[in-house]
T-cell receptor
Framework: DTGVSQDPRHKITKRGQNVTFRCDPI?????LYWYRQTLGQGPEFLTYFQNEAQLEKSRLLSDRFSAERPKGSFSTLEIQRTEQGDSAMYLC?????????????FGPGTRLTVT | SQKIEQNSEALNIQEGKTATLTCNYT??????LQWYRQDPGRGPVFLLL?????KEKRKERLKVTFDTTLKQSLFHITASQPADSATYLCALNIRGGSYIPTFGRGTSLIVHP
């Protein structure tokens, strides 16, 4: 399967702990996106990479969140000092193209539960 | 403020009928609009994209319309099947904006056999 993969699929952590998620995009895709989704809501944008450059971050993104894409391939999303409000599905998506309008391919998501 | 509105109530229809889902938006100037399907516990799957200068797009049993005057997109599934049951999300990309779409909350479709 050459789709977008995410690891782990589920994570349960205690409040105050740090967590890190990984995303492997489709290999030829140069753009990578992170979203957060809570029950009954659509995906909410967190951050976006083009190759290894982080080009955009949501103003809603707390300083506790950081993302990297060191070689323009896989990406990691770290949440420090987790809070119960961080419980959500974290989705990664990738796309390819030079112009606007290219559809995104999503991974299966990582479900985070903070207790 | 900017809003994307999709009916929060589930749409229940009988197998074989046409399902029509609505996406309304305010204070946006979208360059294009996308529709995605999402099954429980899974990531969204891209279905169709329509540009602001297009009125209608079709793909197999799916049809999307885009009316920039009404600020509305309609998503139709003809000859619906129980396997079409899922949540359908619309997403807008604004003209002159970035590559990041803004998603609506989605509408749940339930097709009864």
């Amino acid at each position: 399967d050459t789709g977008v993969s995410q690891d782990p699929r589920h994570k349960i952590t205690k409040r105050g702990q740090n967590v890190t998620f990984r995303c492997d995009p489709i290999s030829e895709h140069n753009r990578l996106y992170w979203y957060r989704q809570t029950l009954g809501q659509g995906p909410e944008f967190l951050t976006y990479f083009q190759n290894e450059a982080q080009l955009e971050k949501s103003r809603l993104l707390s300083d506790r969140f950081s993302a990297e894409r060191p070689k323009g391939s896989f990406s990691t999303l770290e949440i420090q000092r987790t809070e119960q409000g961080d419980s959500a599905m974290y989705l990664c998506a990738s796309s390819f193209g030079q112009a606007l309008g290219y559809e995104q391919y999503f991974g299966p998501g990582t479900r985070l539960t903070v207790t | 403020s900017q809003k994307i509105e999709q009916n929060s109530e589930a749409l229940n229809i009988q197998e074989g009928k046409t399902a029509t889902l609505t996406c309304n938006y305010t204070n946006y100037s979208p360059a294009y609009l996308q529709w995605y399907r999402q099954d429980p516990g899974r990531g969204p799957v891209f279905l169709l994209l329509i540009r602001e200068n297009e009125k209608e797009k079709r793909k197999e049993r799916l049809k999307v319309t885009f009316d920039t005057t009404l600020k509305q997109s309609l998503f139709h599934i003809t000859a619906s099947q129980p396997a079409d049951s899922a949540t359908y999300l619309c997403a807008l990309n604004i003209r002159g904006g970035s590559y990041i779409p803004t998603f609506g909350r989605g509408t749940s479709l339930i097709v009864h056999p």
